[in-house]
């Protein structure tokens, strides 16, 4: 049975893994054969996907990785300690050290030449779009690997443009041409010309945070979603808001576009598919009480990821296909490629991978801890606590403003009365579900 068909059924084989590591992880990649996983001690870890053995450690990074991104043989990672890195995978070394920014790196894309109109490419080269909490964008040219390395700041032969637009930090980008969309922390969305740096348009109406960006080229149009528990949907070329869509009851926190349908997650608990036609709800999908933290879906499946586990639902009819991942407390993290669905779980306070591979026979392997001590979610807070008290001397010595406050807890306003098990407490009113 082919790929396409064993995703159609949910039919894969599992392997799981411990994790290395001290550090939380905060974001991984998957590039042929193996997981490419970042974390808040500022290591980057790769990993064989179907050993699990350990490969190698890309050192460098002054602060924690909480942003990747991989085009070829290149790994592009952004840092708290105001760094853009680019990395020699194969070779295992960083090549290239772009900076400028004053505060941390927040959001990161790679903008890739396509073919949108007529026979010239958009862009003309390969882009690095990175955000940060000093409220500006900057972009710069792709260097290919076999590039002289480079890491002096003065002057910046890379950079193509500084952009300056927003107030707050800027949490969420998307680009596709020379269209850049991204959102902030200053409730506003802005839309940039990838070509000249200029500002298009800079687009208020949210009335909190905006935490999720989505780029849907085909219509000209972007959504955003946003701490006001709402997403808006935005006309890239005039700038102007389309519509606003208010079904979710809490923080909107994630988006993912499909040829058809606009998903989005949200604290109150529920996964909605919206018709990207209509600009209606088509399906609604609980997941009681937390919600899906992360999505993927393509136009006849939706992947979940909570503390449920990982769930498949026919994203045309939101009935559940099948339970691929149960057996865990919750899912930190989850990427797909063709293939394969990588995720990191925690699992009796154990912090590991599980890989899901429908090109595999199913079967489900737990492999050798191939690590002297298994990592439990206790040691790696202590450790990583530990470890920036002990190596305050390589870090970036800055003071950095507090953080924006981002979603309160759901707890606050969900939760369910073991008395009455088919009833949800809303915001202190009883919803039957």
Not at 159 to 184: C, F, M, P, W, Y
Not at 296 to 319: E, P, Y
Request: hydrophobic residues 35%.
């Amino acid at each position: 049975m082919d790929i396409q068909s064993n995703w159609k059924l949910g039919r894969a084989a599992q392997l799981s893994f411990p994790a290395t590591g001290t550090g939380l992880i905060t974001c991984l990649t998957i590039h042929d054969d193996t997981i490419i996983s970042a974390s808040d001690d500022s290591s980057i870890t790769i990993t064989d996907i179907n050993t699990g053995k350990f490969i190698k450690s890309l050192q460098g990074h002054k602060g924690g990785v909480w942003s990747m991104e991989v085009f070829g043989n290149s790994l592009v990672t952004g840092s708290t300690d105001r760094t853009v890195r680019i990395w020699d995978i194969q070779a295992g070394l960083c090549t290239h050290i772009f900076t400028g920014f004053t505060s941390s790196v927040r959001s990161l894309a790679l903008v890739i030449p396509a073919l949108l109109k007529g026979d010239k490419p958009e862009p003309l080269a390969p882009l690095i779009v990175a955000g940060s909490r000093d409220a500006s964008i900057r972009v710069w040219c792709l260097p290919d690997p076999a590039d002289p390395e480079y890491n002096d700041p003065e002057p910046d032969v890379w950079l193509l443009h500084t952009l300056q637009g927003h107030e707050k930090t800027v949490r969420a980008i998307d680009a596709i041409g020379n269209v850049l969309v991204a959102g902030s922390y200053d409730n506003a969305v802005s839309v940039w010309d990838l070509e000249t740096g200029q500002l298009a348009h800079r687009m208020e109406g949210h009335e909190n945070q905006v935490t999720c960006i989505a780029l849907h080229s085909a219509s000209n149009r972007c959504f955003s979603g946003s701490l006001d528990n709402t997403i808006r949907v935005w006309d890239t070329v005039t700038g102007e808001c389309i519509k606003v869509l208010k079904k979710h009851y809490d923080n909107v926190h994630s988006l993912t576009l499909t040829t058809d349908y606009l998903v989005s997650a949200s604290a109150d608990g529920n996964v909605r598919i919206w018709s990207l036609d209509s600009l209606e709800c088509e399906q609604i999908i609980i997941c009681y009480p937390l919600g899906a933290k992360h999505l993927f879906a393509d136009d006849n499946m939706l992947l979940t990821g909570s503390i449920q586990g990982v769930q498949m639902w026919n994203i045309k009819t939101g009935r559940l296909v099948k339970d691929l991942i149960t057996d865990i407390d919750c899912v930190q993290h989850m990427v797909v490629d063709e293939r394969r669905c990588v995720t990191v779980t925690c699992t009796n306070d154990i912090i590991g991978f599980r890989v899901l591979d429908f090109g595999a026979e199913p079967k489900e392997v737990e492999l050798e801890d191939n690590t002297d001590e298994a990592v439990e979610f206790t040691d790696i807070v202590e450790d990583s606590k530990s470890s920036k008290e002990t190596k305050d001397t390589e870090k970036v010595q800055v003071e950095e403003p507090a953080e924006e406050v981002e979603a309160r807890d759901v707890n606050d306003i969900i939760y369910q009365d073991e008395n009455k098990p088919n009833t949800i407490i809303f915001n202190r009113e009883e919803i039957a579900v």
